[in-house]
């Protein structure tokens, strides 16, 4: 997985704007992404999810983008609420063997959502 | 999804002791796995805890330090032991995994002094 800092990206958008999140991931193996919200006290929120056979997914409001050439997954927020400010991290997993099930998280990024 | 609940939610322990943190799911479940999240990073998988075999753990996590119990399968624990101010982090636990969504209690957060 990736290397983790004590400082995480941040991104700041004003309400209503787009966002868009990026994450690099590194095991080439890696077939399945998930992207997590995480707010301030609370667990990870599961907000949407892609398998390696597609590099398209769309949500409501969100959309996930997978290229697996240059290993790089974003996740696009549409219209941003104050609601979606939080740390979001991208995760990634290795089918099968003795991987089944790991999930291996980026850094986070910090976003924030100016009213 | 599953709903998980951790217990305690949070705890401020003294250095040398150990905590015992739980995790109960609303339905029957084969995964269950522990994260640490330490202050401002990001998560860390320390155990796969499957029902009926013992827990693997991850590279720079050993039994002796977090051992797990895991006697059904819609409960498991996960033990701090001899702890130190290092051991200060959320503790999450979660279930599914595979190609499943895999979905998160809402953590212990422990705080060692």
């Known amino acids: 997985g990736e290397s983790v800092g004590l400082h995480l990206p941040t991104l700041s958008v004003q309400e209503g704007d787009n966002s868009i999140i990026n994450c690099a991931y590194s095991?080439?193996?890696?077939?399945?992404f998930i992207w997590y919200k995480q707010e301030s006290g609370k667990g990870p929120q599961f907000i949407i999810d892609?398998?390696?056979?597609?590099d398209k997914r769309q949500g409501q409001r969100v959309t996930v983008l997978l290229n697996k050439t240059v290993k790089h997954l974003s996740l696009q927020i549409a219209a941003t609420q104050p609601g979606d400010s939080a740390v979001y991290f991208c995760a990634e997993n290795i089918a099968g063997g003795t991987s089944y099930g790991k999930l291996t998280f980026g850094q986070g990024t910090i976003l924030t959502v100016h009213p | 999804s599953a709903v998980i609940s951790q217990k305690p939610s949070r705890d401020i322990c003294q250095r040398g002791t150990s905590l015992t943190i739980q995790c109960q799911v609303d339905?029957?479940?084969?995964?269950m796995f522990w994260y640490r999240q330490q202050p401002g990073q990001s998560l860390t998988l320390i155990a796969t805890?499957?029902?009926?075999?013992?827990?693997?753990?991850e590279s720079g996590f050993v039994i002796d330090k977090f051992p797990i119990s895991r006697p059904n399968l819609t409960f498991s624990t996960l033990t701090v032991s001899n702890m130190s101010p290092e051991d200060s982090s959320i503790y999450l636990c979660?279930?599914?995994?595979?190609?499943?969504?895999?979905?998160f209690g809402p953590g212990t957060r422990l705080t060692v002094l």
């Open positions: 339905s029957q479940v084969t995964m």
């Open positions: 979660s279930v599914g995994g595979g190609q499943d969504t895999q979905y």
């Open positions: 805890a499957n029902q009926g075999s013992e827990a693997t753990y």
């Open positions: 095991n080439s193996a890696s077939d399945y």
């Open positions: 892609i398998r390696s056979n597609m």
